[in-house]
C-alpha cells in the first residue's frame, strides 16, 4: 500500500521540473547582479520564515482543541512542539546573515514582503484555522524537501565576493533539513489514515510548490536591493 509520503512526493515530482528551472534561474552563476539577488533573497525569506514559528504554534494550539475527538491530533501535536524548537531562532540567522551581505536587518523587519509570501503563508493561517492543522505538514514538507544544496553556500561565496558569514541559513538548512524530512516523514506516515488529510495536504503542498517556484521566479528578475 502506497505511504502518504510515497503519494505526496508523486504530486511534487510534477513541478520538480519548474522548481529546478527556478532553482537554476535564482543561482545563475554568472549573473553580475548575483550579490543584490542574494540580499533579495534573504530578505523574502525572512519575511516567510518569521512566520515558521508563529504558524507552528498557531497549529499546536488547533491541535490541543481537537485532541480530545480528532485521533491525529495528538501526534501531530506533539510533532509541532517538536519541530517549533528545532526552527526557533531561524528569522535571527537571516537578519544576521543579511548585515554581513550588506543588506539592513532593521528595514527588513518593516517592509512589505511579496505577496506571493503573504500567499503562502497566509493559506496556511486559513486551512490551519478553519480546515484542520495536518495542512501545515504539506507546507512543512515542500520547504524542507526544497533546501539549499550542500555545496551552494561556498559556491554562492566565490561568485557574490560576500563574505562566508552572509551564508550561515544556507548552511545550516542544507544540513539539517534531511534530517527534519525524515522525521517529518515518519510522522505523516503514522498518523491515523484519513483521505480528507491525505487531500489537504496535497492541496497545502502543491500550493507551497507554486508559490515557491513563483517567488524563485520573481527573485530571479531583481535588480537592486531594497524597494
Known amino acids: 500500500m502506497k505511504t502518504v509520503t510515497a503519494g505526496l512526493r508523486a504530486k511534487l515530482e510534477l513541478l520538480a521540473p519548474a522548481m529546478t528551472a527556478a532553482t537554476t534561474a535564482l543561482w545563475l552563476p554568472d549573473d553580475p547582479e548575483l550579490s543584490r539577488r542574494y540580499v533579495a533573497y534573504l530578505y523574502e525569506m525572512h519575511a516567510l520564515i518569521r512566520a515558521s514559528v508563529p504558524l507552528m504554534e498557531r497549529a499546536a ?12 491530533a495528538g501526534p501531530l501535536g506533539r510533532y509541532l512542539e517538536r519541530h517549533i524548537d528545532e526552527e526557533r ?39 490551519i484555522e478553519h480546515h484542520h492543522p495536518v495542512a501545515l505538514l504539506g507546507y512543512i514538507r515542500v520547504l524542507e524537501g526544497n533546501a539549499p544544496a550542500s555545496w551552494l553556500a561556498d559556491r554562492l561565496a566565490v561568485r557574490t565576493g560576500l563574505p562566508g558569514a552572509a551564508f550561515r541559513t544556507v548552511r545550516e538548512h542544507a544540513a539539517l533539513d534531511s534530517g527534519h524530512l525524515a522525521d517529518l516523514d515518519e510522522t505523516l506516515d503514522a498518523l491515523p489514515p484519513a483521505p480528507a488529510h491525505s487531500t489537504l495536504l496535497a492541496v497545502s503542498a502543491l500550493r507551497t510548490a507554486a508559490g ?13 536591493g531594497p524597494e
Do not use: K, N
Open 61 to 72: 494550539r488547533r491541535c490541543a482543541r481537537l485532541a480530545p475527538s480528532d485521533p491525529a
Open 212 to 224: 515557491l517556484i513563483g517567488l524563485f521566479s520573481q527573485l530571479a528578475t531583481t535588480q537592486g
Open 89 to 127: 531562532g531561524h528569522d535571527a540567522w537571516l537578519l544576521e546573515d543579511m548585515a554581513a551581505a550588506g543588506g539592513d536587518p532593521v528595514y527588513a523587519a518593516r517592509r512589505l514582503p511579496s505577496p506571493i509570501v503573504a500567499d503562502m503563508a497566509g493559506a496556511q493561517y486559513y486551512w
